[in-house]
């Protein structure tokens, strides 16, 4: 199958399941737009002494696929507003190939920068200290990547109390991490297919998939970057396994893609200092997943900075379980995934 029409079926797949904002006996459920980004809020009817909890919610999608419309990710936001009483907002935000980064980006920045501000999080009674943002898959790295750059900013940066990454996709400079070559026909996530969509993030440029794939589009100026994805720093020795650590080789790349190298695409691509200043952070890896060992490089990685980090790893898990939770699979595995971060959020927000 070409790309085109394994993204068209996967759009269609996506599309079918959209839901419109309901309402139920508890949750009043509305969509607009925050600075012109479409946003879908979930505001919990009860009424309440005190101001509540908040959990943004990034969907994910490799970059190019995905809306918060979508019924896996309309059902994970309504029942965590449920069970923590908690206001929910879902930003959605452009995507690629018809926007490149850092379009997405920007988008989710924008939205939650307004739901951010004070007059807002009155509005909707959220309580300023009990704020979190969330996101899986592409998902997690748009919520990594703004927890860092809120960090800079004076005045947001006392309004994320914790992070949480569902599976996240957290670099893009190795892609032959023992879990990319363990994994690499999937299951539901292939390496290449995981590339491809990314690609279309990163660049217009239908060469550099390849070029990805074979791992070497890292031009000599960035070598100093490896330090950082280095697994055989970072990994426990138990996902290692027979794997050696081979320095991916350097390309020599034709056009140049900034954003291979930045750290606004891969937040595992800052230093000590920045990582330190991060928020208490959740994080789920699933085994059977080629993103495995970003979830896995970033927790040691956070700890190291001395981030408080809960790590929940699901050995029978593969990348997109939180998808397969509802109608028509209602598989399990999906349920668990949801019902583990959704208790984190219960315990820790
Ligand atoms: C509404 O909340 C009640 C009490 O927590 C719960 O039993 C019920 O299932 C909730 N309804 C929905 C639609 O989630
Ligand atoms: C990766 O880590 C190994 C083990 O600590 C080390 O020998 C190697 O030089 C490192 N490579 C890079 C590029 O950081
Ligand atoms: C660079 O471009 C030339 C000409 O299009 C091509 O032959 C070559 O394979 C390219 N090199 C890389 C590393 O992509
Ligand atoms: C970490 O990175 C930031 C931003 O690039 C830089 O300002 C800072 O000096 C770096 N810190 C160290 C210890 O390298």
């Known amino acids: 199958m070409g790309l085109m029409k394994f993204e068209d079926l996967f759009l269609i797949l996506m599309t079918l399941q959209d839901t419109k904002p309901f309402s139920d006996e508890n949750i009043t459920v509305i969509d607009t737009d925050f600075s012109n980004i479409p946003v879908?809020?979930?505001?919990?009817?009860?009424?309440?002494?005190?101001q509540r909890r908040a959990i943004i919610y990034i969907h994910g999608g490799a970059f190019t696929l995905g809306s918060f419309k979508m019924?896996?990710?309309?059902?994970?936001?309504?029942?965590?507003?449920?069970?923590?009483?908690?206001?929910?907002?879902?930003?959605d935000y452009r995507l690629a190939p018809q926007y490149l980064y850092p379009a997405a980006l920007e988008d989710c920045i924008s939205a939650i920068k307004f739901f951010l501000q004070d007059k807002v999080l009155a509005k909707y009674g959220v309580d300023s200290n009990r704020i979190c943002i969330s996101g899986d898959s592409s998902g997690g790295a748009l919520a990594a990547t703004v927890a860092q750059l809120l960090q800079d900013d004076p005045q947001y940066k006392d309004k994320i109390k914790a992070q949480t990454l569902i599976y996240p996709m957290l670099q893009t400079i190795d892609t032959l991490t023992p879990s990319y070559q363990t994994y690499k026909h999937g299951p539901f996530l292939s390496r290449r297919t995981a590339i491809k969509l990314a690609c279309l993030y990163i660049a217009d440029n239908n060469e550099l998939?390849?070029?990805i794939l074979r791992n070497n589009h890292v031009p000599q100026e960035s070598r100093h970057l490896f330090k950082f994805v280095n697994w055989s720093d970072f990994l426990p020795e138990k996902y290692k396994k027979n794997h050696v650590y081979k320095e991916p080789v350097l390309g020599n790349i034709n056009a140049s893609h900034p954003a291979l190298m930045d750290n606004k695409v891969s937040p595992l691509l800052v230093n000590d200092s920045q990582l330190q200043r991060l928020p208490l952070t959740y994080i789920l890896t699933c085994e059977h997943d080629i993103l495995r060992d970003d979830g896995l490089i970033y927790v040691t990685r956070l700890r190291n900075a001395g981030v408080p980090v809960t790590h929940d790893h699901i050995e029978d898990g593969f990348h997109g379980a939180i998808l397969f939770a509802t109608a028509p699979l209602n598989l399990q595995l999906g349920l668990r995934v949801r019902k583990k971060y959704i208790s984190w959020l219960e315990e820790n927000l």
Not at 40 to 50: A, H, I, Q, V
Not at 72 to 78: A, K
């Open 40 to 50: 879908r809020l979930y505001l919990p009817k009860r009424k309440s002494e005190r």
């Open 71 to 91: 019924l896996p990710y309309d059902s994970v936001n309504r029942e965590t507003a449920n069970k923590l009483d908690a206001v929910v907002l879902a930003p």
């Open 209 to 211: 998939p390849e070029t």
